[in-house]
């Protein structure tokens, strides 16, 4: 029986997500240029110029919208369309309908996608007041979110209109506290707050998260297809980080993104961090490109191709945000470099690795699906020029190797070590295709599209820890701190809190498992290390450790690292060295 349900488990852990967005969704979205000021011609404007400009054969498929199309919901519960923004959506009978527009986006060759709210309000509802496209009617009709809706609004947009990709945000559960003008002069009900920004408390989190869970379930009922994107937007609050991969093809790891330097490393550092979260079907979202505003306008060219360089390694979603209808072309170009893309889309779907960071400069490396391959970014962060040296041996390959800039085009052969003179805030996007330092031979940190987070053990953090640590973390420990084991640094490794349970998934490709483990400092108190393979123990050891592990795994689908503590207790704990063998 246990056996039974740990397979079942493991299945769902890796099992159908990945038919939604088995790569990085991509696409183009309305709001950073418009706000609610968009209507049914723009996008289709956009769209046009998706296919003219050969953005879309690149790869952008989803035209969405976002917050504004809806105008009021209806006593009986329906959501009318407002139709003053989509002339198409006015059916002669005098219904609404979005089902025209979809049809529309399908005939061009896109997916369509549509934006709605977890809670009873939306976002414009607070922030954007004076948008003219703010929803109609008295208070109940104004609820435009699918709190106490969801199966009847997931029926509409996804089986009525066919819409294949729905962002979900989460204002609703954050902005209409008693003091909010917008709630006490009576416009809008009181909601918790079930989100206070920067404070992510654990049982609202369980509450956030049991609402896009009840979500995705109408979702799989009215699309048993499995071919909807969710796109969770709780900006990472809520812990959401954390569980959103259970539900969400996607989920928002920050704030909105403006289009500053500043906004777009802020953003990016939400994801880069979270490797181990992100994998085929669920994938971790720093919001959406900003190429063609602000500092990344044609005017800041470098700073165009670190964004987009940076999405690329960390396996980002990419959606553009400007109009296309007036991009230079120099921009377009840079959306549309086909070997970045590939990159980003990389099937394999690992999440790039930071390895080393110092000052300004940082280094993240991503193992590509072709063996001997890895994707790199060299990052200026700063604004002065910086040198980035990258011994081979950092990325685990054999001291020769052919280095490709994907964006001079440029390639060389390199000897040991990978030399690069950045230009301020310049990224260098390579191309690495080498050899195995250790044939047959692969750190897990380098394979973070095998991991699955069944239980991370972050019940013991206060809020204000869940607010920056991760719980599991890639060559660090869960505080951010470099990972040690008994105090010793620790260079490739995966670092927990006691009480997490990990799957690999290894799918029969491996003969043996090596790591040791053991708490991160010196610590007394009971501590319980285990290994199973599909489902069967294959090692326990009681006590803090360091202990050495090595196990076989012949055949083995699914390896469960798991770790028990002293309820309550907090302690990290290093997975050092953890490794698989062919
Ligand atoms: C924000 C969201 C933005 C945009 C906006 C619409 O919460 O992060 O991407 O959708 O709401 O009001």
């Not at 052919?402 to 950045?422: P, Y």
């Not at 599909?534 to 196990?551: A, L, N, Q, R, S």
């Not at 798991?562 to 990290?572: A, C, S, Y």
Request: aromatic share 6%.
């Amino acid at each position: 029986m246990r056996r039974l349900t740990v397979t079942a488990a493991l299945a769902l852990a890796f099992g159908t997500a990945a038919a939604q967005a088995p790569t990085p969704p991509m696409g183009w979205n309305p709001w950073n240029a418009f706000h609610t000021e968009v209507d049914e011609a723009k996008i289709m404007a956009n769209a046009e110029a998706l296919r003219r400009t050969g953005l879309a054969d690149a790869g952008y498929r989803y035209v969405n919208m976002d917050d504004g199309w809806w105008r009021t919901r209806r006593p009986d519960g329906r959501i009318e369309v407002r139709t003053s923004m989509f002339p198409s959506g006015a059916l002669p009978d005098g219904s609404t309908s979005m089902r025209p527009f979809v049809d529309r986006l399908h005939a061009l060759g896109f997916k369509a996608g549509i934006y709605s709210e977890i809670g009873r309000n939306a976002c414009s509802q607070a922030w954007d007041r004076h948008s003219p496209n703010l929803p109609e009617g008295n208070t109940a009709a104004r609820e435009i979110g699918t709190y106490g809706h969801q199966a009847a609004d997931v029926a509409l947009l996804l089986g009525e209109w066919g819409f294949d990709y729905m962002k979900v945000d989460a204002c609703g559960l954050a902005d209409f506290t008693p003091e909010q003008p917008w709630v006490r002069d009576g416009t809008h009900r009181v909601f918790g707050p079930w989100i206070v920004r920067g404070k992510p408390d654990a049982e609202s989190a369980r509450r956030v998260e049991a609402l896009y869970a009840g979500l995705r379930k109408q979702i799989d009922a009215v699309r048993p297809d499995g071919g909807v994107v969710l796109s969770i937007c709780a900006w990472g609050e809520a812990r959401v980080a954390n569980w959103a991969g259970r539900y969400g093809s996607s989920w928002r790891t920050s704030p909105d993104i403006e289009p500053t330097w500043k906004s777009m490393l802020l953003n990016f550092d939400s994801a880069i961090k979270r490797p181990l979260y992100a994998g085929p079907g669920h994938w971790n979202d720093p919001d959406m490109l900003e190429l063609g505003h602000g500092e990344f306008d044609e005017k800041h060219l470098a700073e165009a191709r670190a964004h987009m360089s940076l999405w690329a390694i960390a396996a980002a979603p990419l959606v553009l945000g400007a109009d296309l209808t007036r991009m230079p072309q120099a921009l377009i170009d840079i959306a549309g470099n086909r070997e970045v893309i590939a990159i980003d889309q990389d099937p394999a779907g690992h999440q790039g690795v930071t390895v080393m960071r110092a000052g300004d400069t940082q280094v993240v490396a991503r193992t590509l699906a072709a063996s001997g391959q890895k994707a790199v970014a060299l990052v200026n962060r700063g604004s002065r020029p910086r040198t980035v040296t990258l011994p081979l041996a950092r990325l685990q390959l054999a001291p020769a190797a052919t280095v490709r800039d994907v964006w001079t085009k440029r390639e060389r052969g390199v000897d040991g070590v990978i030399s690069v003179e950045l230009a301020p805030r310049e990224t260098a996007l390579l191309l690495v295709r080498g050899r195995p330092l250790r044939p047959g031979h692969a750190y897990v940190s380098e394979l973070p599209a095998r991991v699955r987070v069944l239980e991370d053990g972050s019940a013991v953090l206060s809020t204000a820890q869940a607010a920056g640590w991760v719980p599991v973390q890639a060559n660090a420990a869960p505080s951010g701190k470099p990972l040690t084991l008994r105090g010793a640094a620790v260079a490739e490794g995966i670092g927990v809190l006691a009480g997490s349970r990990l799957a690999l998934r290894l799918d029969g490709e491996f003969a043996r498992f090596r790591s040791r483990v053991g708490a991160t400092t010196a610590t007394r108190g009971a501590l319980v290390y285990r290994v199973l393979a599909d489902g069967k123990p294959v090692f326990e050891h009681g006590g803090p450790g360091p202990v050495d592990i090595d196990v076989a795994v012949d055949g083995v689908k699914t390896l469960e690292l798991v770790t028990r503590g002293e309820p309550g207790r907090l302690v990290e704990v290093a997975w050092a060295g953890a490794a698989l063998l062919r």
